[in-house]
């Protein structure tokens, strides 16, 4: 899998400097991430982008930080007012001390980072600044093996990546999509305590699979 992806960094480089507006925001949370936002005080959304879900519907903490590794979004984030502090930084080396926060929400995240060891630092770092009984919302992509939008777009050998690349050819990034027992092993040790699949919005304006799950830490 680790070979299938080796383009993983130009695809961090890529979202480092894209431009606040061409970073899409398509993936709609439901209720239960309203609920979640409304029973905590201490939030951080992971990968915030400009849109900073957070800050939306059912926002009731006190403190809501936004983490990126866009520097532009994340001024544009904070010309909006929103009260949700930008942090600059990468998801898998949070510059905040353990047990910290009272949820994390990573939405569009996973799908954008195409390497499983990358993911699996990421949600190590969650887990060290998810304070006991924390919640981690993961709002994503599914990947689905019967979408006939795969099996155009993607590559026969690797049907779970979608490899863009510019005019030149040359690869601009890569998104893949993880399966369900890929996200179960990616967050075994926490609880699972919802896990519902939905239908989520590419980039291109594809309807996918896609889900919204919450695991707690013990
Ligand atoms: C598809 S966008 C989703 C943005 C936002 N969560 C939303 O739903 O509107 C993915 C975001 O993750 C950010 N990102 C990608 N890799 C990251 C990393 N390793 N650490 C922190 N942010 C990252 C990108 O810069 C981009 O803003």
Same mark, same amino acid.
């Given at each position: 899998?680790?070979?299938?992806?080796?383009?993983?960094?130009?695809?961090?480089?890529?979202?480092?400097?894209?431009?606040? =507006?061409?970073?899409?925001? +398509?993936?709609? !949370?439901?209720?239960?991430?309203?609920?979640?936002?409304? =029973?905590?005080?201490?939030?951080?959304?992971?990968?915030?982008? $400009?849109?900073?879900?957070?800050?939306? !519907?059912?926002?009731?903490?006190?403190?809501?930080?936004?983490?990126?590794?866009?520097?532009?979004?994340?001024?544009?984030?904070?010309? &909006?007012?929103?009260?949700?502090? /930008?942090?600059?930084?990468?998801?898998?080396?949070?510059?905040?001390?353990?047990?910290?926060?009272?949820?994390?929400?990573?939405?569009?995240?996973?799908?954008?980072?195409? &390497?499983?060891?990358?993911?699996? &630092?990421?949600?190590?770092?969650?887990r060290r600044v998810l304070r006991p009984g924390g919640a981690l919302?993961?709002?994503?992509?599914?990947?689905? /093996?019967?979408? !006939?939008?795969? &099996?155009?777009?993607?590559?026969?050998?690797? !049907?779970? +990546?979608?490899?863009?690349?510019?005019?030149?050819?040359? /690869?601009?990034?890569?998104?893949?999509?993880?399966?369900?027992?890929?996200?179960?092993?990616?967050?075994?040790?926490?609880?699972?305590?919802?896990?519902?699949?939905?239908? $989520?919005?590419?980039? =291109?304006?594809?309807?996918?699979?896609?889900?919204?799950?919450?695991?707690?830490?013990?």
């Amino acid at each position: 899998m680790e070979k299938q992806v080796e383009n993983g960094d130009v695809t961090q480089r890529y979202w480092a400097k894209q431009d606040f =507006s061409q970073i899409p925001g +398509t993936f709609s !949370p439901s209720g239960k991430c309203r609920e979640l936002l409304e =029973s905590s005080q201490c939030v951080l959304d992971l990968g915030c982008g $400009a849109r900073a879900l957070s800050a939306g !519907p059912g926002r009731n903490a006190r403190t809501t930080v936004g983490v990126d590794i866009n520097a532009n979004a994340l001024r544009h984030l904070a010309t &909006r007012d929103l009260n949700v502090f /930008p942090v600059l930084a990468e998801a898998s080396m949070l510059p905040f001390r353990a047990q910290t926060f009272d949820a994390v929400l990573i939405v569009a995240l996973m799908t954008v980072v195409p &390497r499983y060891s990358d993911v699996e &630092r990421i949600v190590c770092e969650v887990r060290r600044v998810l304070r006991p009984g924390g919640a981690l919302y993961v709002g994503d992509f599914l990947f689905d /093996p019967n979408s !006939p939008t795969y &099996r155009s777009r993607y590559r026969p050998e690797d !049907p779970q +990546t979608l490899y863009a690349a510019d005019e030149a050819g040359r /690869p601009l990034y890569l998104a893949r999509h993880w399966t369900e027992e890929e996200l179960f092993s990616l967050t075994q040790g926490m609880r699972k305590e919802s896990f519902e699949v939905s239908t $989520a919005s590419s980039r =291109s304006g594809n309807k996918l699979q896609g889900f919204e799950a919450i695991f707690r830490q013990p």
